[in-house]
């Protein structure tokens, strides 16, 4: 018989598959989920970032912007700035809002603007226009501040010595996400309104913000270079409209680069099942390809005719998954709400897309060539022996062709992530997994082979099915080991980061912090707490700002990249000096100085960012601090006790190094609960230019930026799930032939119903108790990976709680093997023979 060619095997395929697509509706749903994860994740972060992207100039508020830490740009400066372009100035600072007449009082972020603001998009208010002019007693409010002072419009609001009439709630501030995190609701009054109050003193923490308009087709990152290096020791901290908010991005390509291999790790995962599911196809299809192979057909008309089958499947899988997973994006943007940096509209992404169709392809090549070439292969006298004889047949070419598309999925998985060498470890681990499972599953067969039989018959027929000829042993194993695995590590992952915040809040923590108590009224400050509350524990420290600017005789301005984790060489942090060892700190190499010390300047540095810069006691350090850079030598290093919720500083200088600079005190306040409310009252009487900060109410933001971390991982890593329950149900699929095959030779011989149900569920028993424990270990090694070194927080799961999911888990995944043998409870033995 001649070859049947593409367009004949076409049409017998497609005759098929129009007869019945049950069979393969496995295969369907695991490339459906695995592709519609990759492709929402994809799609998503591609709209976020491409957002931000595209509105550069309007979240950055202008084209090119110029921060300084407190103060504010000089006559000179300015006009230079203003030369570029058109100028906006803003003032941003945290400040006190007051409700007048109450004891209410909220944190802020108090924001100055001039005529000018803003320079790109608009000011968007509830019941007004935005006319860009605001007179020294008016001030527009975020809406969260209205409910929280439970204040609106023509009511006054108080800040420092000054009081406001509230002209209008805000609805939109256009540069809201370039502005950064904030610890609270925003407040905008005139420049000439925040002078009003007061809060600007000498030392006071403030950030003087100038956007600049440039001219059509001025290339704003070649002009923000320019200005770095022209001034590199000003303390100006420079952006452009192509990075207006490189934190969010940076977060979001990260996080999207994160769930992205979570997504892919599940599309591995619903690969076996894809091959499972294309085994028991292709079991179903045994009788009709020895008929074929009887009448002449081809080893080649036989892979045609089913590689279209599965391949047409497999497309519109694929496809199916692309749309579904391009839909959803509008949903996610919508269910995010707030939480979202940028609200995007719907975009189809092409890189993406291709991206996960490339993934679901190959995935597809993997799982599905090995059991097309068993089917290719495979005599036909052998195909009908395949149920009580089941021989592998294989050749060089699917080996070959698998390992290439093994390696195309590496490699693509690796050259388009943002870490290549986290992508790979990712992968090795899933693949280390794998085979760990596969080498266990042998194993198993092995031991049930050489152990000693039971006496009791459903104990030993229950034993006697792991190693039986046709037993899908192996498949189990990795099945029930892949689900119960994964239910380990959601639970361990998601009960470390809701236990991270108490865990590294001390019974210690302080209950307020301070800022800017001026400098010279620290015994004041320390008299009132002392009148408010009893015994309380005030520690106070001077507060400046300072960028490292150069280290080891490098300029920060002039590398290429920062080195990995050196997150404080990214703009202005704090910065202050200190004659004794400060607390929360040991030191751990070098001396600390003299408290009398009066040589050339010194500085602590933390050990982990010595390690980190390649630097430690003897070298030297450049830091800005108000625009003058100081070079200090490294005298110490202190291991910084971070969880301690005190005053941390990477950065401390002998005293006098900057004791005669401008700066202010902050102070923590540690005292009864129940205090708080009073004494912050207390200081504001005292002290109107205060910032005073709950630390419950930083826990609470914190707690909720974790919180919808854990729903992200949470949300990608159910489709895992489900794609280990799909393998599950796929290995389970596979046997049925085998399976039905016992259950009627037991019938024939006279067991019951019961009893050969009962030997499936102790066999799916004995497995689920041995992986329970090996899943415990995977899972957990898994979710501590994730949790120390992806998102660098501390080991605390729940224990009870990751017991009690994997026992769940287990009993679940004994259900769903239950379920898959009830059908064949009612097979009857007569008809089951004739179809044998």
């Not at 015994?523 to 009148?531: E, G, H, K, M, P």
């Not at 010595?610 to 630097?615: G, P």
């Amino acid at each position: 018989m001649s070859s049947l060619g593409w367009r004949t095997s076409w049409r017998i395929a497609r005759r098929d598959l129009h007869a019945g697509f049950r069979g393969l509706r496995l295969l369907f749903i695991c490339l459906f989920l695995g592709v519609a994860t990759l492709a929402a994740i994809g799609s998503l972060t591609a709209s976020i970032t491409d957002e931000i992207a595209a509105r550069g100039q309007t979240l950055l508020g202008g084209d090119i912007e110029v921060a300084m830490t407190q103060r504010e740009a000089n006559a000179d400066e300015k006009a230079e700035l203003r030369r570029l372009g058109t100028l906006s100035e803003t003032i941003r600072m945290r400040a006190m809002a007051q409700r007048e007449g109450t004891s209410q009082a909220v944190l802020t972020e108090l924001k100055g603007v001039d005529t000018a603001y803003p320079l790109y998009g608009s000011l968007t208010l509830d019941a007004s226009t935005y006319a860009r002019s605001l007179r020294p007693d008016q001030i527009l409010i975020g809406r969260a501040l209205a409910e929280r002072l439970n204040v609106g419009r023509g009511d006054p609001v108080r800040y420092g010595a000054a009081s406001f009439t509230i002209a209008d709630i805000i609805a939109d501030e256009p540069d809201r996400v370039g502005e950064g995190f904030t610890l609270g609701p925003v407040a905008l009054v005139s420049i000439d309104g925040l002078r009003r109050t007061g809060l600007i003193q000498p030392g006071s923490l403030f950030t003087s913000k100038y956007r600049i308009r440039l001219a059509p087709g001025a290339d704003a990152q070649a002009l923000r270079k320019s200005l770095e290096k022209t001034h590199v020791s000003d303390g100006w901290e420079l952006k452009d409209r192509d990075r207006a908010a490189p934190g969010a991005n940076r977060f979001f390509v990260q996080m999207g680069q994160f769930l992205s291999l979570i997504g892919l790790a599940a599309l591995v995962i619903a690969g076996i099942g894809v091959s499972n599911g294309v085994s028991s196809y292709l079991a179903l299809k045994r009788g009709g390809i020895a008929t074929f192979k009887v009448l002449g057909a081809t080893a080649a008309d036989i892979e045609r005719i089913y590689l279209l089958q599965v391949g047409c499947v497999a497309a519109l899988a694929i496809a199916s998954g692309l749309v579904m997973g391009a839909v959803l994006q509008p949903a996610i943007v919508a269910l995010g709400g707030d939480m979202l940096p940028v609200r995007p509209g719907f975009r189809l992404h092409p890189l993406p897309l291709a991206t996960s169709a490339a993934y679901g392809l190959l995935i597809a090549l993997i799982f599905t060539l090995p059991p097309l070439a068993r089917a290719r292969t495979q005599p036909a006298a052998a195909i009908f022996r395949s149920v009580v004889d089941p021989r592998r047949f294989s050749d060089r070419r699917t080996i070959t062709l698998v390992g290439l598309a093994g390696f195309a999925l590496v490699a693509l998985a690796i050259l388009t992530a943002h870490e290549p060498f986290f992508s790979a470890a990712v992968l090795g681990a899933v693949a280390a997994i794998f085979f760990l499972l596969f080498v266990l599953g042998w194993l198993v067969r092995q031991l049930a082979q050489r152990a000693p039989r039971p006496r009791r018959p459903l104990w030993r027929l229950a034993l006697t099915n792991l190693y039986r000829p046709g037993a899908q042993t192996t498949a189990l194993v990795v099945a029930l080991g892949l689900a119960l695995t994964l239910f380990v590590a959601m639970a361990a992952i998601q009960t470390s980061l809701q236990a991270e915040i108490s865990r590294t809040v001390p019974k210690t923590a302080p209950n307020l912090f301070v800022l800017d108590i001026p400098s010279t009224e620290e015994s004041r400050f320390r008299d009132l707490v002392a009148a408010e509350t009893r015994d309380p524990q005030v520690n106070i420290v001077p507060a400046l700002r300072g960028t490292i600017v150069a280290y080891a005789g490098k300029r920060v301005a002039e590398l290429k990249e920062l080195p990995a984790g050196a997150w404080f060489l990214r703009g202005e942090r704090g910065v202050t000096y200190s004659a004794e060892l400060p607390e929360g700190s040991d030191l751990v190499a070098g001396t600390w100085w003299p408290e009398d010390y009066a040589g050339p300047p010194l500085i602590s540095l933390d050990e982990e960012a010595a390690k980190i810069l390649n630097i430690g006691v003897g070298d030297t350090l450049t830091v800005s601090v108000l625009g003058r850079e100081i070079e200090a030598r490294i005298a110490s290093l202190r291991k910084v006790n971070w969880d301690t919720m005190g005053f941390n500083y990477v950065l401390v200088f002998s005293p006098n190094t900057l004791t005669s600079a401008p700066h202010s005190l902050a102070a923590t306040i540690t005292m009864d609960q129940g205090r708080d409310e009073k004494v912050t009252q207390a200081l504001l009487g005292g002290f109107p230019g205060v910032s005073v900060i709950a630390v419950g109410e930083v826990i609470a933001q914190v707690g909720g930026l974790l919180e919808q971390m854990s729903s992200a991982i949470l949300a990608a890593a159910s489709v895992a799930i489900l794609a280990g329950i799909a393998v599950l149900i796929g290995a389970i699929a596979a046997s049925r032939q085998a399976r039905s095959y016992d259950s009627v030779i037991l019938k024939t011989l006279g067991a019951t119903r019961l009893q050969v149900l009962g030997t499936q569920a102790l066999e799916y028993g004995l497995l689920a108790a041995l992986l329970s424990f090996v899943s415990l270990a995977l899972g957990s090694a898994a979710a501590w990976y994730v949790v120390v070194k992806v998102f660098e927080f501390g080991w605390a799961p729940d224990w009870g709680t990751v017991l009690a999911t994997l026992a769940g888990g287990a009993l679940l995944t004994l259900g769903i093997g239950l379920a898959g043998s009830l059908p064949l409870m009612s097979v009857r033995p007569a008809q089951a023979l004739r179809q044998l």
